[in-house]
């Protein structure tokens, strides 16, 4: 490498880094309440409030994507070859505004959502994907402004960054039933202890909910709480996940041989849900 492609190739990682860390900084101040939308019955509309704590405007894009869950319950994007049999989308009932906002320093937005379902909607639940996405703001120098020598090439990264939540419609009488598997600890890092599972679904309709893991010492009868997950999705068209939680028992208080760990699954009932679920372990 010439000492003028060094310096070139030096200028650019200093300008990728700056954007990168001026997007990811950006991303990192604005949040979103509630994180989750679902209709049910006589809704019609929704709204999604963003807040930026950051000391910068931020503009976002909002747009819809279809995406679906795996058996480790990451979320990935659908595309249009590839949409699964059954599969329902509700970006076609909903119209949203605005598609873009700009969120000033240390205030918020709102982005409200409407339902439009036919007399002819068949009964289901469908789901799509609203993406909240960062717009990339000025970040100062570009590289327009480097002088290239002929058969040099520059290059900009801009990172963007997102976040997506799911947005429901059910139609019609639906129910889910839950169902919790293959409880195993195993080691984890620092000495903690790992809580392994599968959460199975039935029905016709997405669970969501949250765990509670209780321990019970051996020969005691006062239950301690050591693990809590909330915000745990099963959607529709996927028969079960799997999941680790955290053991994390109160100061003073160990796992040991014998003890016994209930975990407890509980639906959001503010999300139209109500299934339940149940299971224990000893620890061996």
């Known amino acids: 490498m010439t000492r003028q492609r060094f310096y070139l190739f030096a200028i650019f990682m200093a ?58 319950g990451g979320v990935k994007v659908i595309k249009k070859e ?11 009932m909903i119209r949203y505004s605005p598609r ?9 937005q709102v982005v409200m959502f409407m339902a439009r379902k036919k007399k002819t909607t068949a009964d289901g639940e469908y789901r799509s994907h609203a993406v909240f996405q960062a717009v990339p703001q000025d970040a100062g120098e570009t590289l327009d402004d480097i002088v290239l020598k002929e058969g040099e090439i520059g290059v900009k990264i801009t990172p963007i960054f997102g976040i997506s939540i799911p947005v429901i419609i059910r139609q019609g009488d639906l129910s889910a039933t839950a169902e ?7 080691d984890g890092k620092e000495g903690k202890k790992i809580l392994n599972l599968t959460l199975h679904r039935k029905g016709n309709r997405s ?37 680790k939680i955290a053991l994390n ?7 040991k041989k014998g003890g016994k760990i209930v975990l407890k699954f509980e639906e959001d009932r503010d999300m139209g849900g109500d299934a ?3 299971a224990s372990i000893v620890i061996k």
């Open 15 to 72: 300008f990728a880094s700056c954007i990168f860390l001026t997007s990811f900084a950006q991303a990192q101040t604005v949040s979103l309440d509630p994180k989750r939308i679902v209709f049910t019955g006589r809704d019609r509309t929704k709204e999604i409030f963003l807040m930026n704590s950051g000391d910068k405007e931020a503009v976002y894009r909002v747009f819809f994507q279809e995406m679906k869950m795996d058996k480790d």
């Open 82 to 92: 590839d949409v699964p049999e059954g599969y329902s989308a509700a970006s076609t």
């Open 100 to 108: 873009q906002v700009t969120i000033p320093a240390h205030g918020s």
């Open 180 to 186: 919790i598997s293959g409880l195993k600890i195993e």
């Open 207 to 243: 669970l969501y909910g949250s765990f509670t893991a209780n321990y019970t010492p051996p020969g005691s009868k006062k239950e301690v709480a050591v693990g809590y997950i909330k915000g745990v999705a099963v959607y529709d068209g996927l028969a079960a996940r799997t999941l």
């Open 249 to 255: 028992p109160p100061e003073g208080t160990s796992l």
């Open 276 to 278: 339940k679920a149940e």
